[in-house]
């Protein structure tokens, strides 16, 4: 009897556990799980002028695309195109997906959730027209290209809310005289230690140091080639940046630079895509390859990037996307490629091979004026 009554008091205390570590787990869903359904989302924006909307678009095992819902951003869009990379930016964990506001100059932040997105907070961007937003861990920068421009940074709290940063907020090359020289992008390297942005009407970019969160004077580089646009930097801390220059037939390119705490040095000089106005970027999550759109000509080129971060052209034509690809995002688990068309209002998807090769999957119908793209 004393042994049963063992048993069964084990036995319960068992279930009980098992009942109290349940809700404890479920907290600790993957990022895919976490970031509104399995086995990932797209995210762009509609931009608005009357009202912006974060799009959610669930992506399927395929990769195929199927529409979520519309999310208000509590903001205003701008109603044009903002010549940005970074209009989205999910957070590291994939719970927070952040927008851009460029009508009203604000920051909307949405709690990812797996049933879709919930508004949890909307700031002033600290400048005008924000354009693009980067991450690392609970620091948020936001690049304001109105105005003479500026970065200002803000701290994410545990429950999403944006706090400025004191003393964060700097200026472009300008010295924050004049007006805006055109900036494209800004983003954090891997490490945290350093925050890009280029400038594509004064063909610079500009490395700002970062000192416990704050982004310290920028040191200014002349870009190898002309019309620097996106960007996107490599676990290595190696960038890969395009070049438009200025939309000449057949003569955008992508350069290669080593980031090393608020420093740029560079690596290979504007590698040809032998396409036209190459503008937004992305690197594999293992640093081996980067893809451009190629604005001008309705093609997504890869590149071969050496583990000294050096570049040479894959394919000049590796996915074919019709008019005027804007942006692009990768999935989480690098399987597929999305690339954003403004010309015929679509989101073209691709299955990216473990040669760097795509192929195509099809498309998705997409509101005229949409801008950003974010995946995971």
């Known amino acids: 009897m004393k042994g049963y009554q063992f048993v069964h008091n084990l036995t319960t205390r068992l279930l009980l556990a098992a009942l109290f570590l349940i809700p404890i787990l479920a907290g600790f869903a993957g990022p895919a799980a976490a970031a509104g359904g399995n086995p990932g989302v797209v995210y762009t924006l509609s931009n608005a002028a009357s009202g912006n909307q974060v799009l959610a678009y669930n992506r399927g095992p395929d990769g195929a695309l199927s529409f979520q819902g519309a999310y208000n951003t509590g903001g205003l869009g701008s109603g044009a ?13 994939n719970r927070w997906l952040f927008a851009v506001n460029a009508g ?16 949890a907070n909307v700031v002033g961007s600290g400048g005008d027209h924000p354009i693009s937003l980067t991450v690392n861990e609970d620091l948020l920068y936001v690049l304001n290209a109105g105005g003479s421009g500026n970065i200002t ?8 809310k944006l706090s400025p940063i004191p003393g964060s907020t700097q200026p472009l090359s300008n010295g924050g005289a004049g007006a805006a020289p055109g900036p494209a992008q800004v983003s954090f390297s891997p490490d945290g ?30 870009s190898a080639g002309a019309e620097p646009f996106g960007f996107a930097i490599d676990k290595r801390g190696d ?3 395009s070049e438009a220059f200025g939309g000449a037939s057949g003569q955008s390119a ?24 190459a503008c937004w970027v992305v690197i594999s999550k293992n640093s081996k390859y980067a ?32 008019s005027s690809p804007i942006d692009m995002a990768l999935s989480n688990n690098n399987a597929f490629l999305y690339a954003l068309n403004s010309g015929n209002h679509t989101i073209s998807a691709f299955h990216v091979q473990s040669d760097g090769s795509l192929v195509p999957i099809g498309t998705t119908g997409v509101p005229a004026g949409s801008v950003g793209l974010a995946a995971s």
């Open 81 to 93: 195109g903002l010549g940005s990379e970074g209009a989205l930016a999910l957070s590291n964990n």
């Open 239 to 241: 960038m890969v940046v």
């Open 193 to 222: 230690t350093t925050l890009v942005v280029t400038e594509k009407t004064s063909n610079l970019i500009d490395a700002y140091r970062m000192d416990n969160g704050v982004a310290m004077a920028p040191a200014v580089y002349s």
């Open 254 to 277: 992508l350069s290669s630079y080593a980031v090393n705490e608020g420093t740029l040095q560079v690596i290979s000089p504007s590698v040809k895509t032998t396409q036209t106005a």
């Open 153 to 160: 940074g803000f701290a994410i709290a545990p429950n999403g």
């Open 104 to 119: 009203d100059n604000k920051i909307s932040v949405f709690a990812v959730r797996r049933d879709g997105l919930i508004l």
């Open 291 to 322: 893809y451009t759109t190629n604005a001008g000509s309705g093609s997504i080129s890869s590149y071969r990037i050496g583990k000294d971060g050096s570049l040479s052209l894959l394919n000049a034509t590796a996915g074919l996307t019709g």
